[in-house]
């Protein structure tokens, strides 16, 4: 997998045919936008967050095919206290529960820790989004607790569940998705002999 500035023009084929459109509505239901009407409309919010730094948007690429399978963003980025966000993760179904949506989540966690050189990583989602929390703890994030009432998103409330890991943490972590993305632990089908949670 490999993370690309995000690019309306390159990529916005790739990411409409995996998460746009009435039949991935579903993809959307806990993300602050979407879904779209139409393809233009589409396009136009994928413009915006092209444009925008912070969110700074990272489209999530197959490295094989080149084909855009996703996006996700840094955000409330801080270099002064070197604390730094990861959402706006928008997995299409190739990404979701694979061996690539796990790939593209430990670059991002790479990117920061070990090139930008910030400290704590988060992450935050609905306090109602199991998915998300499960993915969070997968990945090896420490849960920190609730904020109610922490805002209104398509005119619904959302309690946030916080959650982060520390510079001090990485070292080992990324040991541990290292030896999971390594292939000696997949079989001839793609599939995993020891899961990252028991790592």
């Given at each position: 997998?490999v993370?690309?500035?995000?690019?309306?023009?390159?990529h916005?084929?790739g990411i409409?045919?995996?998460a746009?459109?009435?039949?991935?509505?579903?993809?959307?239901q806990w993300m602050?936008?979407?879904p779209?009407?139409?393809r233009?409309a589409?396009?136009a919010s994928?413009?915006?967050?092209?444009?925008?730094?912070?969110?700074?948007?990272?489209a999530?690429?197959?490295?094989?095919t080149?084909e855009?399978?996703?996006?996700?963003?840094?955000?409330?980025i801080?270099?002064?206290?070197?604390?730094?966000?990861?959402?706006s993760i928008?997995?299409?179904?190739?990404?979701?529960?694979?061996?690539k949506g796990?790939?593209?989540?430990?670059?991002?966690?790479?990117?920061?820790?070990d090139?930008?050189g910030?400290r704590r990583y988060?992450?935050?989602?609905?306090?109602?989004?199991?998915?998300?929390?499960?993915?969070?703890?997968r990945?090896?994030?420490q849960?920190?607790?609730?904020?109610?009432?922490h805002?209104?998103?398509k005119?619904?409330?959302?309690?946030?569940?916080?959650?982060?890991i520390?510079d001090s943490e990485w070292?080992?972590?990324k040991?541990?998705?290292?030896?999971?993305?390594?292939?000696?632990n997949?079989?001839?089908?793609?599939?995993?002999?020891?899961p990252l949670r028991?790592l």
């Amino acid at each position: 997998m490999v993370l690309e500035p995000l690019d309306p023009g390159r990529h916005g084929d790739g990411i409409w045919k995996a998460a746009g459109g009435h039949a991935n509505a579903d993809l959307w239901q806990w993300m602050p936008d979407g879904p779209y009407p139409d393809r233009e409309a589409f396009d136009a919010s994928l413009s915006t967050k092209a444009e925008s730094e912070d969110p700074l948007f990272s489209a999530i690429v197959d490295a094989e095919t080149g084909e855009a399978l996703g996006h996700a963003s840094f955000l409330r980025i801080d270099p002064k206290h070197r604390v730094i966000e990861v959402g706006s993760i928008m997995f299409g179904p190739q990404l979701q529960r694979s061996r690539k949506g796990t790939e593209a989540m430990y670059l991002m966690m790479r990117h920061a820790f070990d090139d930008l050189g910030y400290r704590r990583y988060e992450w935050k989602c609905n306090a109602l989004n199991e998915p998300s929390r499960r993915a969070a703890l997968r990945y090896g994030f420490q849960f920190e607790g609730i904020f109610r009432q922490h805002m209104i998103i398509k005119g619904q409330n959302r309690d946030t569940a916080w959650f982060s890991i520390l510079d001090s943490e990485w070292p080992e972590l990324k040991a541990r998705f290292e030896r999971w993305l390594d292939p000696v632990n997949f079989d001839v089908d793609g599939n995993q002999l020891t899961p990252l949670r028991k790592l």
